[in-house]
């Protein structure tokens, strides 16, 4: 069965440092993968997506990310954080084309130190 | 681009009543929406995929007839929450997708529903 799995529920950051936020999958075939970002009270903005290709993926708001198939993983990074990126994150995978629908992970809440 | 508008934001009822939620994309066509649910500090629950012009195909243990969704053009897309009760209250977001492959779900800012 399909699945997404985000470890960490809470992370703190200090303003400045970099950022890692974990996501692994299990997926039968080729997965497309997602991170998307959601303020409090607020939809989902999408971060950045893979669907092939260069296996790093770079995104909105300095964001990037990187496939790794042997590890299954697709972890999220920025190598300097800010107080705006204060938010909850989740990590979604689906099998591709406009009408087939997302697992999305259990997020992970990024807090942001001064 | 791919703007996608939820209405209302934040509504409170009655129990009994029924809520319409609509969720629209504004600059492009939305051959499919999805419709979820969240609830506190939770994860995104699929409810239903809705195919403009089809009926929409629910989710496992999700109330087709407590849970209505219209999908009757390109844009625009209703879930209405029929005699709705407090265990309904939950925040309710809707994403949209273009009609072609390697098109990400957009999603409508949610709508916070509550009933008392």
């Known amino acids: 069965a399909q699945s997404v799995t985000q470890p960490d529920i809470h992370i703190t950051v200090s303003e400045g440092a970099s950022l890692e936020l974990r996501c692994n999958y299990s997926y039968g075939a080729t997965p497309y993968l997602f991170w998307y970002v959601q303020s409090p009270g607020q939809g989902l903005q999408l971060l950045l997506k893979?669907?092939?290709?260069?296996?790093l993926v770079q995104g909105i708001k300095g964001f990037e990310a990187e496939f790794k198939r042997s590890q299954s993983s697709f972890n999220l990074r920025k190598p300097s954080v800010h107080w705006s990126d204060a938010a909850e994150y989740f990590c979604a995978v689906g099998k591709g084309g406009a009408t087939n629908k997302l697992i999305f992970g259990t997020g992970t809440l990024l807090a942001v130190q001064p | 681009g791919a703007v996608v508008s939820q209405h209302p934001s934040w509504v409170i009822c009655k129990s009994g009543t029924s809520v319409k939620i609509e969720c629209r994309s504004l600059d492009f066509q939305a051959t499919t929406m999805f419709w979820y649910r969240q609830f506190p500090k939770q994860s995104l629950m699929l409810m239903a995929t809705s195919n403009e012009g089809s009926k929409a195909t629910y989710e496992q243990g999700v109330e087709k007839d407590k849970f209505l969704i219209n999908h009757a053009s390109l844009t625009l897309s209703t879930l209405t929450v029929t005699s709705a009760h407090p265990e309904d209250s939950s925040f309710y977001i809707c994403s949209a997708s273009g009609g072609t492959s390697n098109q990400p779900q957009h999603f409508g800012d949610g709508t916070r529903l509550s009933i008392l």
């Open positions: 893979y669907f092939s290709g260069d296996t």
